[in-house]
């Protein structure tokens, strides 16, 4: 079953486990202090609309935007 799912030859579902189960180590996660960082809740709002909302949407129309068309070289 998991073979049905693959990408290049890597199996999608063991590679997202694997993401999850690394993440927080790669990150450093420090979970005795997420009551500490949590307890400001406009701090945390305010984080989550820049890393969620303002981040991405400005970095995908600022270079759509700024950048030349180009001519296709395939036609």
Same mark, same amino acid.
């Given at each position: *079953?998991?073979?049905? $799912?693959e990408?290049? &030859? $890597?199996?999608l #579902?063991?590679?997202l &486990?694997?993401?999850i189960m *690394?993440?927080p $180590? ?5 979970y005795?202090?997420?009551? /500490?960082?949590? &307890?400001?809740?406009?701090?945390m709002?305010s984080?989550? $609309? ?5 981040g #991405?949407?400005? &970095?995908?129309?600022? #270079? /759509? /935007?700024? /950048?030349?068309?180009? #001519?296709?070289?395939?036609?």
């Open positions: *079953m998991l073979s049905k $799912v990408i290049g &030859g $890597v199996s #579902p063991i590679a &486990g694997l993401l *690394m993440y $180590v790669l990150a450093k996660v420090r005795d202090k997420l009551d /500490a960082v949590t &307890g400001d809740k406009k701090l709002i984080s989550l $609309v820049i890393n969620w909302l303002i #991405p949407s400005s &970095g995908t129309t600022w #270079p /759509a /935007a700024t /950048a030349r068309p180009r #001519p296709c070289s395939w036609h």
